[in-house]
């Protein structure tokens, strides 16, 4: 086991980086392309979960990505979502200049701001599994929340939905919410397999 943790230590940051510049690009790059915008939206939501389910199927079958996960720990993976504060900025502007819908700007932009700053708190705080616990169950509770309010908006074929078929706004849904999603979960199974955290990150 601890050479498994050591060859995690070792190729994972750059393996991980490698793959997560190759999808920021891909991302961009359909983006740009319209590819996002001639797809259905009932698949724009396959998509987003596809994001999520990707990492986790790896996470799930691969013994050195989760010997890797584990030595990043549970602050690290915390911390990441701080970029949420950001994504919440950029609904809000969004929101503002009448670019998505109010009820989708108010659930996902209120809700990564929250989150945003919860996982700021958290991770400056002394560490305690429900502090951990309480972040990751709201986190992943946002995405739900705010994919579903995104999905009803497609349904219901509000033009101002084309505005996160778009950059930068596509990063949002169909990059950071793949990479966070994925994360909580991460989480969630760090959380079930260490009961103290007298020894987590």
């Not at 259905?40 to 989760?66: C, E």
């Not at 990441?80 to 969004?94: E, G, M, N």
């Amino acid at each position: 086991m601890n050479q498994v943790v050591e060859i995690g230590k070792s190729s994972g940051p750059r393996v991980l980086l490698g793959v997560l510049i190759v999808w920021g690009l891909a991302v961009a790059a359909a983006a740009e392309a319209g590819v996002y915008r001639a797809v259905y939206p009932l698949s724009l939501a396959g998509l987003i979960a596809l994001g999520i389910a990707a990492p986790v199927v790896v996470y799930a079958l691969s013994r050195r990505f989760r010997a890797y996960i584990e030595t990043v720990g549970l602050r690290t993976l915390t911390a990441f979502h701080i970029w949420r504060i950001a994504a919440a900025l950029v609904f809000f502007w969004y929101g503002a200049h009448d670019l998505l819908p109010e009820a989708f700007v108010r659930n996902a932009g209120w809700g990564d701001l929250i989150a945003g700053l919860l996982a700021l708190g958290v991770t400056l705080l002394p560490k305690t599994r429900n502090r951990y616990l309480v972040f990751h169950l709201f986190g992943f509770a946002d995405f739900v929340v705010a994919v579903g309010t995104g999905l009803t908006y497609f349904l219901l074929n509000d033009p101002r939905m084309s505005g996160i078929q778009t950059l930068p706004m596509a990063l949002i849904p169909f990059y950071g919410v793949g990479i966070s999603g994925a994360s909580h979960i991460m989480a969630f199974d760090l959380l079930r397999r260490r009961p103290g955290l007298s020894n987590a990150r």
